[in-house]
């Protein structure tokens, strides 16, 4: 595990740990920002609640706005696949993967969710839930992006769209038409809005209960481990 101590916490008998480096966290808030924003603008591009005098030049806005956004999405998303692959800082993500074989921690961390026992010891940045969970997520985020270029391409039949049509004019056969490449944009919507929040959760108590600033590290960078452990 890749680390750089720079002090110990307050009960000296914890150091801090690099575990996300710059380009990570850029990229996770700016991928937290472009999500609210895709939100925002998707469900009133599906449903229009406002209703002022020049409504179409208002709706084009919101269209507009979304596909910027989509765009700073995918590119966040290539960018984070990128650094999973390639960045030192991010070893430590890639270690979790050693942690999905182990029955022991996944005990552990079913009980700790509980609150019934500790936090197990992991090799990796995430516990084998959190890695599933996360690796789950991303297949769902491939499947936002090729239904929203779908959805894009039938806007623009010119340029990159018309591009686009010939990679993903069967992805659209295969996902049923038109009409249901728009369900399943939905679809895969409603579940990053369902798992913002548990996210959100499960890091604070995650934070909280270990009292290992993880919550703090998507910011600064770094989180507060045992001693023992890097001795």
């Known amino acids: 595990m890749q680390k750089a101590i720079y002090k110990k916490n307050q009960d000296g008998k914890r150091v801090a740990v690099y575990e996300f480096s710059l380009g990570l966290r ?7 920002i472009s999500i609210v924003i895709l939100v925002f603008t998707g469900f009133y591009i599906s449903y229009v609640f ?3 005098v020049e409504k179409t ?11 910027i956004f989509g765009f700073i999405f995918i590119a966040c998303i290539l960018f984070k696949i990128y650094l999973f692959f390639t960045d030192k800082t991010s070893k430590i993500e890639r270690a979790s993967v050693k942690d999905l074989s182990n029955k022991q921690i996944w005990l552990e961390q079913i009980k700790f969710y509980l609150c019934i026992g500790n936090h197990p010891h992991l090799k990796g940045a995430y516990n084998p839930i959190q890695f599933i969970t996360y690796f789950v997520l991303y297949v769902v985020f491939v499947g936002l992006i090729l239904t929203g270029l779908i959805l894009y ?9 018309g591009l686009l049509m010939t990679f993903l004019s069967p992805i659209e056969y295969m996902f049923g038409g038109l009409a249901e490449v728009r369900v399943w944009h939905k679809l895969f919507t409603w579940f990053v809005i369902i798992f913002v929040p548990i996210h959100i959760y499960i890091v604070v108590l995650n934070s909280i209960k ?6 703090d590290a998507i910011v600064s960078g ?5 001693e023992s452990i890097h001795s």
């Open 57 to 67: 030049l208002v709706q084009n806005l919101y269209r507009f706005a979304h596909e």
């Open 50 to 52: 406002q209703y002022p």
């Open 210 to 215: 270990n009292k290992d600033g993880s919550t």
């Open 153 to 161: 391409m039938h806007n623009y039949h010119n340029g990159l769209g």
């Open 222 to 226: 770094y989180k507060y481990e045992d």
């Open 26 to 32: 850029l990229a996770h808030w700016i991928r937290a």
